[in-house]
């Protein structure tokens, strides 16, 4: 708990911590979320999609207060009356009066954006959404988004991000870390490829794989510090200012170590081999 560090929500002044709980595919009932909780990472990321909303309400039923809960609305669903009633669904299966940080989980080109921002609004109004973000838009998505709201800031964008998916470092990232917008960084372990787990994680050709030589620098890395690679995976992810990172796992040991990737930092040669190991592609 002491260890977590904690970057603002955008600029609202709500502090949260560094590494947050990712819950798609979720099915390790409560005590792996309870135990991140205890251990700093009261936030919590899931989505009218994950189908797990209410493994999360469950968890954290005797601690709501406690806990920082994030939700999304489908990128399908962003017609008025189904923002709305898409919320009212996500209360009820979380069971809480109110969503800490209601998501646009994709854009939808077809549907009005003013109309959308109208109902996330709205939401905000009747004190059933505390923050609105989005999640997958680019800047100018996110321009139009903020463009089309009355009095509401836009405070995060929820994105792919790891060592092996640094697009976000071209445009995104910068603008975001001007603009106040905190990054929420979506699969920061490569579903579990830079964990070491052997998974195949999200690959482009020809990247990856266990010979890697990238993957041999992190384990480098992660024996230089005494940290396990997801947990320098992770630190690498959060050192970027605004930067939370929300790994899922099912297992209570994997949270803690999770949990670990807080609390200290990667030194800037360390930062730089990594970076280097693991280029950023060209810039399209
Ligand atoms: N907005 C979006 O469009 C979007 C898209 C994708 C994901 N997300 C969000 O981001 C969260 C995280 O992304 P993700 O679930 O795609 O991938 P991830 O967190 O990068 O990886 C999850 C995988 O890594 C394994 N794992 C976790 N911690 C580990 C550790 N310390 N050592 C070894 N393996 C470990 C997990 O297995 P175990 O569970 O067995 O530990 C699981 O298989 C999601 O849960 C969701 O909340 C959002």
């Not at 309870?34 to 909303?53: K, N, P, S, V």
């Not at 989980?105 to 109902?119: F, L, Q, R, S, Y």
């Not at 995976?233 to 209570?252: E, F, G, M, Q, Y």
């Not at 170590?257 to 970076?275: D, F, I």
């Amino acid at each position: 708990m002491a260890n977590m560090e904690l970057v603002e929500l955008g600029r609202t002044g709500v502090m949260l911590p560094e590494i947050g709980l990712g819950t798609w595919k979720y099915g390790g009932g409560p005590e792996p979320l309870r135990r991140g909780i205890q251990l700093g990472a009261f936030l919590i990321d899931t989505a009218e999609m994950y189908r797990t909303e209410d493994a999360v309400g469950h968890a954290v039923r005797p601690i709501r207060e406690q806990v920082f809960i994030a939700t999304k609305v489908l990128g399908s669903h962003l017609r008025r009356s189904q923002v709305l009633r898409a919320a009212e669904g996500s209360l009820r299966q979380l069971g809480v009066d109110v969503i800490d940080l209601y998501q646009i989980h994709w854009p939808d080109p077809n549907v009005p954006i003013k109309e959308t921002m109208g109902a996330l609004e709205e939401l905000v109004d009747r004190k059933l959404v505390r923050y609105i973000g989005v999640s997958n838009f680019s800047i100018s998505e996110m321009q139009a988004a903020q463009a089309a709201l009355r009095h509401s800031p836009i405070v995060s964008n929820q994105v792919l991000y790891n060592l092996r998916w640094r697009e976000i470092e071209h445009d995104l990232l910068p603008y975001c870390q001007q603009h106040g917008v905190t990054v929420l960084a979506y699969t920061p372990l490569n579903d579990g490829e830079l964990a070491g787990t052997g998974q195949r994680g999200r690959r482009r050709p020809g990247q990856g794989g266990p010979k890697d030589p990238a993957l041999a620098v992190l384990a480098q890395v992660a024996a230089e510090t005494g940290k396990t690679q997801a947990q320098v995976t992770l630190n690498w992810c959060t050192a970027h200012p605004r930067v939370i990172a929300i790994p899922k796992s099912d297992s209570v040991a994997r949270t803690e170590e999770n949990c670990g990737a807080s609390g200290w930092r990667l030194t800037a040669s360390q930062m730089q081999r990594l970076n280097e190991a693991f280029a950023a592609p060209a810039a399209p």
